[in-house]
């Protein structure tokens, strides 16, 4: 998985409640990216980031942040988790000497009951 | 707003046969569009690229070809192996930024023995 990490990889929680994942990389890139995978709709983006401290929305933004202290560490958080954020979430980067290809995490399987 | 779709959500195949999945775009003009493979319970991992001004690329028995005219590339498994059993997504970079990608839905493929 080309040198990501999520954390965890599996998660229940309650409604309302908090919640944070982490991807962390060892490569040194620069981009990383926050997807959700739901049947039906595919990756869809969440957020991104282009550096320390520098991150965008993407397509489905609401009802999560991000943050980006550090170059390795991508942090997702849901502030108040809902059921319709019950999914799967992949930590992506992309490529350095490639061509914006992106390489994957092992994904966190996030169930709200 | 671009959309991208993928022929089928499944598609069966003997093994041996050549696999064709076709993934089309609209309301966009790509630089290269990308191919990924994904399977149960991973993150999905990288093939192929393909530019606009590239017709065709192989990578063993991998080939993509990309017309920009009919806004299509197909991605063929040749002598495919229940191996090659798995969900094939495209993606094309996003129309409002260089950075991100926006990704079909997939196919599932499945390779009978």
């Known amino acids: 998985d080309a040198g990501i990490t999520q954390s965890p990889r599996h998660k229940v929680t309650e409604t309302g409640t908090p919640v944070t994942l982490r991807c962390h990389q060892t490569?040194?890139?620069?981009?990383m990216y926050w997807y959700r995978q739901d049947p039906g709709h595919g990756l869809r983006l969440i957020h991104y980031?282009?550096?320390?401290?520098?991150?965008d929305k993407g397509e489905v933004s609401d009802g999560y942040s991000v943050s980006r202290s550090k170059t390795e560490d991508f942090l997702l958080t849901l502030e108040s988790a809902t059921s319709s954020q019950t999914s799967v979430y992949f930590c992506a980067i992309r490529g350095i000497a490639g061509e914006s290809e992106q390489y994957f995490g092992p994904g966190t399987r996030l169930t709200v009951t | 707003s671009q959309k991208i779709e993928q022929n089928s959500e499944a598609l069966n195949i003997q093994e041996g046969k050549t696999a064709t999945l076709t993934c089309n775009y609209t309301n966009y003009s790509p630089a290269y569009l990308q191919w990924y493979r994904q399977d149960p319970g991973r993150g999905p991992v990288f093939l192929l690229l393909i530019r606009e001004n590239e017709k065709e690329k192989r990578k063993e028995r991998l080939k993509v070809t990309f017309d920009t005219t009919l806004k299509q590339s197909l991605f063929h498994i040749t002598a495919s192996q229940p191996a090659d059993s798995a969900t094939y997504l495209c993606?094309?970079?996003?129309?409002?930024?260089?950075?991100?990608?926006?990704f079909g839905s997939g196919t599932q493929l499945t390779v009978l023995p």
């Open positions: 993606a094309l970079p996003f129309s409002g930024s260089a950075r991100q990608l926006t």
């Open positions: 490569e040194n890139h620069r981009y």
């Open positions: 980031s282009y550096g320390v401290k520098d991150t």
